[in-house]
C-alpha cells in the first residue's frame, strides 16, 4: 500500500502512479462535500420520516399521498444509509466545462443547491455510459470508480481527446474495468453500475412505448440490463411511475430472485414487483414440476385457453323452463327468453362471478314491469329477497371456483372432450389425473387464464357485505343528523345543512368498510421485464399479456438457451402471441466468461444448432478447462476451498452432492441467469440427447467467471 492513506483513497502499490494528488485531489475535495451533504440529509431523512410516521391522515387522498412520500423518503434513506461517499460511481470532464460532473446513484445538492452528483439515469449523465471514441458525445475524458468498503482503490480514466491525454489522466488500457470482471462473486449480483457499457447503456434508455427484445448469449450483461432499465423507468417515465402502475419483473426461478434481489435496492429502487411466473397464481406455491414432458407440452397450447372458454360457458346456458315467483301481487313469470335476454346483457369479456349482479339486475327488472300499480322500489325489495327467486339464480349462474374448473377438466374426461373438441381422445386421457389439484408447474397459466375468465368466488360475498355494511352506515348517520339538527336551537341553524345527502355520505368512513381489492400482481402493469423468455410457452405469456394491455415489454433472453428449441423469430414468436411490431437489440460481448471456457463450450452449442448466437469473450481467465472423473469432486471442491477465502462455487449434475458453504449443488435449468468463480460438471453425458442436452450443457459451461472443470465417469 502507498505510504499515505489519503481520506478517500487506498489505492495498491501496484497502481501508486494514480495516487497523485495532480490526478486525484479535485475528487478529494469533491468526495468530502458528498460526505458532508450525506450526513446532512441522513438526519434530515430520519426526522421527517419520524414525523409523518406519528401523523394521522384521514382515509383517502391525503393518506395515499402521505404513504407515498414515506416510501420516497425511505427509499432515498436506504441507499443514503447504505453507502457513503461510494455513491459516486465515477465523473465525465466535457469540452465546454472545466469542472468535472461527478455521476452518482441518484441526485445530490448540498446546502447551497450546489450540484454535487447527478443522478446515473438523468440525460446529463447518459454521456458517461453511451461516450465512445468514435462518439465522444463532447466528453473530454471519463473517470470510473472501483471501491471497496469505502475508499476508491482503482479507478480507470478514459481520454477523448489529444490535451486529455496529456494532461489530468492516469491512462491504464482498462485495466480497473478487466479486472472488475474477474473479481470474485458473492451469493448476490456484484454491483456493476459504474462499468455499464454503450451497448447495455443503450438499451437500458431505449423508448419503453413497445415491446423490445434484448438478446444475447451467456455474459453479455443481458440481466443487468434487464436489472438497470428497471430502475431507469420508474425514474424517468412519469407515464410508467405516475399513470401507469409501475414495473412487473418476472425471473426464471427463486434461486435467480435471491441472487439479484440486493439490485434495485442498491440503485434506490424499491416500488418493482419482481417474481417468478409461479408467484402469480396463488396454486404457484405448492406447485411440483410437470413429469410428463407430453402433457406438459399439451397445457402450453393456446388451445387450453380456448378449453377454459368453453369450461366457463358451460356454466352460462340459461334455462329453458319457466319460474313462476310467487308475490304479495300475483304470481310472476320468468319465461326462456326471458332467461336468455338476461343471459345475453353480459358483455364480452366481463369475468362470470362478476357478471351475476349485472344479470341478476335485469331478471328483477323483467318481474318488476309485470306488475304495473306496485311502487316499483317496493317490488324490488321483495323480489331480492325472494327464496324461491334466489335459489332459481343460484342454480341457472353459478359463482364458480377458477381452480376447481381446471381441476374437473383433469379429472372428468367427458368435460374435456366438451370443452376441448380437438384434442385426441389419448391426449384427452393422457390429461386426466386422481387428484386434479396436484398442480404442478404446466398448469399455473391455465388457472390463470381460468381466474379471468371466473373472477374472484369471493368477490361478490365482499360487495354484498360492503354495500349492507354502507346501508347501515348511511342509516346510523342519518339518525345522528335528524338528532344533530333536531338540538340546534342555534339562530344560524348549521346543522341543518348535514341533511345533505353529499355531506352525510362524506362523514361515513369508507376504510372502516371491507374492502375489495386486487392482488398487486394481477396489474395492469404499464411495463413487464422478463428475463430468461426465450423459455416462457404460450400460455405463459398470455398471463403475461393480460397484466400488460400495452404490450409495453422488454423481453430478455437467448434463443440458443432455449430448452425445449427455439427455430423461429423473435418477430414471429412475438407475434403469434399476440405482440406486433417488437424491435430487437443484440448483444454480442461476452464480459463474464474467459476464452479459455468459451472455447469448449461453443463447439457444445453449434452441433446443435449451429446459429447460435454465441458472444465474443473479451479476456482470458489464465486457467484452462480441467477434465477429470467424478471421484475427484470432493478434491477439487475442497481444495478451492481453501485456496479461495472469497468467491462462489457450484455442483452441476450431482443431486446428491452436499456442498459446504459458498458452493451450491444445483441443476443446469436452476443455473440460469447465475455466475460462479467455479463451475464444476458431473457426468454432463446424463444431461440428455438433443437440443435440450446441448442447451442444459451450455448453460452450465457459461456459468463460469474464472474456472471450470468437467468430470464424468471413469
Not at 468530502?32 to 382515509?59: F, S, Y
Not at 465474443?616 to 467424478?630: A, E, W
Amino acid at each position: 500500500m502507498t505510504a499515505q492513506r489519503s481520506t478517500a483513497f487506498d489505492l495498491p502499490s501496484t497502481v501508486s502512479y494514480k495516487d497523485d494528488p495532480a490526478l486525484i485531489s479535485r475528487d478529494e475535495q469533491q468526495f468530502a462535500a458528498i460526505a458532508e451533504t450525506i450526513n446532512t440529509q441522513r438526519a434530515e431523512a430520519q426526522r421527517r420520516l419520524i414525523g409523518l410516521r406519528l401523523e394521522t391522515a384521514d382515509a383517502g387522498q391525503v393518506a395515499v399521498e402521505r404513504d407515498q412520500t414515506i416510501r420516497q423518503i425511505a427509499n432515498q434513506l436506504h441507499v443514503l444509509e447504505r453507502f457513503g461517499i461510494d455513491l459516486c460511481i465515477g465523473r465525465i470532464v466535457r469540452e465546454d466545462d472545466s469542472d468535472p460532473l461527478y455521476i452518482g446513484r441518484l441526485n445530490l445538492r448540498d446546502e447551497d443547491g450546489r450540484t454535487l452528483l447527478i443522478d446515473w439515469r438523468a440525460p446529463a449523465a447518459a454521456p458517461f455510459f453511451s461516450a465512445t471514441h468514435a462518439h465522444p458525445m463532447g466528453l473530454v475524458s471519463r473517470r470510473r470508480y472501483r471501491w471497496a468498503h469505502g475508499a476508491v482503490i482503482d479507478y480507470w480514466d478514459e481520454a477523448f481527446t489529444v490535451d486529455a491525454q496529456e494532461h489530468g489522466t492516469a491512462l491504464d488500457d482498462q485495466s480497473s474495468f478487466i479486472a472488475s470482471l474477474g473479481a470474485a462473486r458473492t451469493e448476490q449480483m456484484r454491483d456493476v453500475l459504474s462499468t455499464i457499457q454503450s451497448d447495455q447503456d443503450a438499451i437500458i434508455r431505449a423508448n419503453p412505448r413497445k415491446a423490445l427484445v434484448v438478446d444475447g448469449g451467456p455474459g453479455t450483461g443481458k440481466t443487468v440490463v434487464a436489472l438497470h432499465r428497471a430502475a431507469y423507468l420508474m425514474y424517468t417515465d412519469t407515464r410508467i411511475t405516475r399513470d401507469g402502475g409501475g414495473v412487473l419483473y418476472i425471473g426464471p426461478n427463486e434461486a435467480y430472485l435471491k441472487y439479484v434481489d440486493d439490485v434495485l435496492p442498491s440503485l434506490g429502487e424499491d416500488n418493482v414487483q419482481i417474481c417468478t411466473l409461479a408467484d402469480l397464481v396463488p396454486e404457484g406455491i405448492a406447485a411440483d414440476p410437470e413429469p410428463d414432458p407430453q402433457v406438459a407440452a399439451l397445457k402450453a397450447s393456446l388451445d387450453l385457453a380456448r378449453a377454459i372458454d368453453a369450461a366457463v360457458a358451460f356454466y352460462e346456458e340459461p334455462p329453458t323452463d319457466d319460474l313462476d315467483v310467487e308475490t304479495p301481487w300475483g304470481t310472476l313469470t320468468i319465461g326462456a327468453q326471458d332467461w336468455a335476454d338476461a343471459f345475453d346483457i353480459v358483455e364480452q369479456g366481463t369475468p362470470h362471478n362478476e357478471a351475476r349482479t349485472h344479470v341478476w339486475s335485469v331478471l328483477v327488472e323483467i318481474l318488476s314491469t309485470q306488475v304495473g300499480s306496485t311502487p316499483p322500489g317496493e317490488l324490488r325489495r321483495f323480489l331480492r329477497q325472494s327464496t324461491g327467486l334466489i335459489g332459481a339464480f343460484n342454480k341457472a349462474w353459478r359463482i364458480l371456483d377458477p381452480a376447481q374448473i381446471v381441476a374437473d377438466l383433469w379429472t372428468v374426461p367427458a368435460y374435456l372432450r366438451h370443452c376441448a373438441p380437438s384434442l385426441a381422445a389419448a391426449d384427452i386421457q393422457r390429461l386426466q389425473r386422481p387428484d386434479g389439484e396436484a398442480w404442478t408447474l404446466s398448469d399455473l397459466p391455465i388457472i390463470d387464464a381460468a381466474r379471468a375468465r371466473v373472477g374472484d368466488p369471493n368477490a361478490e360475498r365482499l360487495r354484498r357485505q360492503r354495500d349492507a355494511a354502507l346501508s347501515e352506515a348511511r342509516r346510523q348517520m342519518e339518525r345522528v343528523v335528524d338528532d344533530l339538527a333536531a338540538g340546534d336551537d342555534s339562530e344560524l341553524r348549521l346543522m341543518t345543512m348535514l341533511k345533505s345527502k353529499d355531506l352525510r355520505n362524506s362523514l361515513i368512513d369508507d376504510s372502516a368498510l371491507p374492502q375489495i381489492t386486487t392482488p398487486p400482481r394481477d396489474g395492469p402493469f404499464a411495463h413487464v421485464i422478463v428475463d430468461e423468455a426465450q423459455e416462457l410457452t404460450d400460455m405463459e405469456w398470455l398471463m403475461l399479456l393480460r397484466r400488460c394491455p400495452s404490450h409495453s415489454f422488454t423481453i430478455v433472453g437467448d434463443r440458443a438457451q432455449a430448452r425445449r428449441g427455439f427455430t423461429e423469430s423473435w418477430q414471429s414468436r412475438l407475434q403469434r402471441i399476440g405482440i406486433s411490431d417488437a424491435t430487437v437489440a443484440s448483444l454480442s460481448i461476452n464480459y463474464r466468461t474467459p476464452e479459455e471456457v468459451m472455447a469448449e463450450a461453443e463447439p457444445v452449442i453449434r452441433a446443435a444448432i449451429p446459429e447460435a448466437n454465441v458472444p465474443t469473450s473479451i479476456r482470458r481467465g489464465g486457467i484452462p478447462v480441467l477434465h477429470d472423473g467424478t471421484a475427484k469432486l470432493d478434491a477439487i471442491v475442497d481444495r478451492w476451498m481453501r485456496e479461495n477465502a472469497e468467491g462462489t462455487a457450484c455442483v452441476i449434475g450431482a443431486p446428491d452432492y452436499a456442498p459446504p458453504p459458498r458452493v451450491q449443488s444445483i441443476t443446469p435449468e436452476q443455473s440460469k441467469g447465475l455466475e460462479f468463480d467455479l463451475v464444476v460438471i458431473v457426468n454432463p453425458d446424463r444431461f440428455g440427447a438433443g437440443v435440450m442436452g446441448a442447451v442444459d450443457l451450455y448453460v452450465a459451461m457459461t456459468r463460469a467467471t474464472r474456472q471450470l472443470v468437467v468430470l464424468e465417469d471413469a
